[in-house]
């Protein structure tokens, strides 16, 4: 292997990590599947703006983070494709203040009606009043953790000087 690709597996499996931990710790506090979901490691989700190679750590890390999922196997399925999905679609954002937004957008599209059906059973009116509920309680958290949080790291990792020379130089602007 070259060192360039031990590089870019490392620094996917250290976002794998990270992101688990993050939202283990926040779970602690009713943060990761709590009813206004702020997950810490979804801060994460603008790195592939910077760094490709994070895309596949994400994916890896929400796949362990909804192993403790209330919502159980169709949460590891959909909650890890949403964010393999936004990850991957944030690498193709043409500037850092739009990376947040596949986060926010495929997740909203996703979660809500997966979390409505758990909890309706059925599409029926309480389907679609735990859907308006989720959808909202969802987006106003992702944004925290994406354009807030996700804004500072976007922000810092380019000061440090040991990721610099793993960021695509149109990104240093």
């Known amino acids: 292997m070259r060192k360039s690709n031990i590089q870019q597996l490392t ?3 250290m976002v794998a990590a990270v992101y688990f931990v ?3 710790f926040g779970n602690i506090f009713q943060l990761t599947f709590g009813p206004v979901q702020v997950r ?3 801060a994460l989700t603008v790195l592939p703006f910077l760094f490709p190679a994070a895309a ?3 994916a890896l890390g ?3 983070t909804n192993i403790l999922s209330p919502y159980g196997p169709i949460d590891m399925i959909v909650g890890t494709l949403a964010t393999a999905i ?3 679609l944030s690498i193709k954002m043409p500037r850092w203040y739009l990376a947040a937004l596949p986060p926010i957008v495929v997740n909203a599209l996703l979660l809500p009606p997966m979390w409505a059906w758990a909890e309706a059973g059925a599409i029926n009116g309480a389907f679609w009043a735990a859907y308006g509920l989720n959808l909202w309680t969802f987006v106003a958290g992702e944004a925290v953790a994406c354009y807030v949080l996700g804004t500072i790291l976007l922000k810092a990792l380019p000061r440090v000087r040991y990721f610099r020379s793993m960021i695509p130089a149109a990104h240093l602007q």
């Open 11 to 13: 620094l996917a499996a």
């Open 22 to 24: 993050l939202c283990y």
């Open 40 to 42: 810490l490691g979804e």
């Open 56 to 58: 596949p750590g994400l």
């Open 62 to 64: 929400c796949l362990l």
């Open 86 to 88: 936004a990850a991957f």
